[in-house]
């Protein structure tokens, strides 16, 4: 069974500063991976997506994220965080191949954004 | 494109009351998915569609949860009789074959 690990529920950081956030998942295959962002109140919004080819994939909103296979990770970052970052962001699985196609999310990791 | 639609957009409801919620797909998708989202287990799949077909409803807490697929741009989660502990957030989303998923923005749903 595919499973998401976000081991940070909460982060704040400085506007302006770098961010970094972990996802570590466990999955047989090559996964599909994602990032999405949530804003209170708000649906999820895709960020970025991995499926194959280059590791370091680039969003919208300035987000990268880098597929490190050897460390079943998928770490989302930004060089400089604008206050309108702040937000949930869920990191998320999926079944490569023509099997289930569901997601699996991690719990979540809510940034805060300090002035 | 409207993106996935959902409605109502809130509903507070009395325990054993149906409830209904509903969804429309981005057109040309071809897979439906129910998420329920709540403070204590996340995001959570409750039920998924492909072509309108049922494929795996394993996430479905108990029978008081059914859906459907009429059609391909239509779908509802019903709740018959609704509980306190179903109060959460319902989402809906749509994705054509390469599991990338859109949501709608969700149906905030609580029982009395």
């Known amino acids: 069974a595919q499973s998401v690990t976000q081991p940070d529920i909460h982060i704040t950081v400085s506007e302006g500063a770098s961010l970094e956030l972990r996802c570590n998942y466990s999955y047989g295959a090559t996964p599909y991976l994602f990032w999405y962002v949530q804003s209170p109140g708000q649906g999820l919004q895709l960020l970025l997506k991995y499926f194959s080819g280059d590791t370091l994939v680039q969003g919208i909103k300035g987000f990268e994220a880098e597929f490190k296979r050897s460390q079943s990770s998928f770490n989302l970052r930004k060089p400089s965080v604008h206050w309108s970052d702040a937000a949930e962001y869920f990191c998320?699985?999926?079944?490569?191949?023509?099997?289930?196609?569901?997601?699996?999310f991690g719990s979540g990791t809510r940034l805060q954004v300090q002035p | 494109d409207a993106g996935v639609i959902q409605s109502p957009r809130h509903e507070v409801t009395e325990m054993g009351q149906e409830v209904t919620l509903r969804c429309k797909p981005i057109?040309?998708?071809?897979?439906l998915f129910w998420y329920r989202q709540t403070m204590m287990r996340g995001l959570e799949l409750l039920i998924y569609?492909?072509?309108?077909?049922?494929?795996?409803d394993s996430g479905m807490p108990e029978d008081r949860f059914s859906a459907k697929m009429p059609n391909a741009s239509f779908s509802t989660l019903k709740i018959q009789p609704s509980e306190p502990r179903d109060s959460a957030v319902y989402f809906c989303?749509?994705?054509?074959?390469?599991?990338?998923?859109?949501f709608g923005p969700g149906t905030r749903l609580t029982v009395l």
């Open positions: 569609f492909n072509n309108n077909v049922p494929i795996d």
């Open positions: 057109s040309g998708h071809n897979s």
């Open positions: 989303a749509s994705s054509r074959d390469q599991n990338e998923q859109f």
């Open positions: 998320a699985v999926g079944a490569s191949g023509t099997g289930r196609r569901a997601l699996t």
